[in-house]
Each structure stands twice: as structure tokens, then as C-alpha cells.
């Protein structure tokens, strides 16, 4: 019996621009200041924000962990997709690092903006890519993870934002 994948989705309403906040995904400088976990700031490796191209980086938690970006399509300033990892300081995808839990190695993440009256909602979906039975499971489960992982994000974009 083959199990279904349950995307993930999350949406985020800023008070700002889509400009303004696409433009925050562009480049390394806007990147290094908002993204990835909350206590976890962030070094920026490499990144081209092209389709094609990818954004390498370095979370500095308790744990030093690295993570990319390969960027499938950028539509500015409508959206944005791209498959994320867990990877090594080179740059390699890596199994999730993380001991008990099959977490799948790709997640195809696609965000969307959309502006009302100068207030942009951000609509985020994201599904494992060549995940077994026992990986998508585990995708399924961890939506609230997700959930939390990402409003922690998004809760720096917001302060990122508003300086």
C-alpha cells in the first residue's frame, strides 16, 4: 500500500510590499538576517538567485548544521520554487543529520506572494521529492514541527522587514 503525501502548507500576511518582500529572498545580505531557525542565525556560503542556481548556507544553533536551496523557478515577483537539504560544508546533500528520524533528504518548497493594499500574504506548500514509504510518514507527521520551524522564520522576516 503506497501512503499519500499531506502537503504542507503555511501562509503569512506582512505589512509591506510583494517587492519589498521578494526582495528579501534576492540577495545574501537580506538572507543572512532573516532566514532559517529562530536561535540559529545564519552564514551565508554562496548563493545565485537564478533558476538553476542554489543558496548554500551554515545555521549556527547548538549544533552547526548546513542546509541548500537549488532554485527550480523564480517568477519575481509572483513566486518562488525550489528543493531544499540538509547538506554538507561543500555544498553535497546529506541525510538529515538527525539520529531516529527518517526525515526525507529533498523538499520541494514552492512560496507565493500576493499583495492586497500594500500587505503581502506569503502562501508557502512544500512535499518530500523521491521519499520512501517510511519518509513521507515521517513528512506527514511533522507538519506542527514544520509549522513552528517555519513561524519562527517568518517571525524574522517580520522584524527583518520592519527595519
Known amino acids: 500500500m503506497s501512503v499519500k503525501v499531506k502537503q504542507f502548507t503555511h501562509q503569512r500576511t506582512f505589512n509591506a510590499s510583494r517587492d519589498r518582500v521578494f526582495a528579501a529572498f534576492k540577495t545574501a545580505e537580506a538572507l543572512a538576517k532573516w532566514w532559517g531557525p529562530a536561535g540559529a542565525p545564519i552564514d551565508v556560503i554562496s548563493l545565485e538567485f537564478k533558476p538553476g542556481g542554489h543558496f548554500h548556507y551554515r545555521m549556527n544553533g547548538t549544533q552547526i548544521h548546513y542546509g541548500i536551496f537549488h532554485f527550480k523557478s523564480i517568477n ?31 523538499m520541494l518548497n514552492q512560496i507565493e506572494f500576493m499583495e492586497r493594499d500594500g500587505r503581502t500574504t506569503l502562501s508557502l506548500t512544500s512535499e518530500p521529492v523521491n521519499a520512501d514509504e517510511s519518509e513521507i510518514n515521517t513528512f506527514n507527521a511533522m507538519h506542527d514541527s514544520f509549522k513552528m520551524g517555519f513561524t519562527g522564520t517568518l517571525d524574522q522576516l517580520e522584524e527583518y522587514l520592519a527595519s
Open 76 to 106: 519575481e515577483p509572483d513566486s518562488i520554487t525550489w528543493v531544499n537539504s540538509f547538506a554538507d560544508e561543500k555544498g553535497n546533500i546529506i541525510k538529515p543529520p538527525f539520529e531516529g528520524i527518517d526525515i526525507p533528504k529533498e
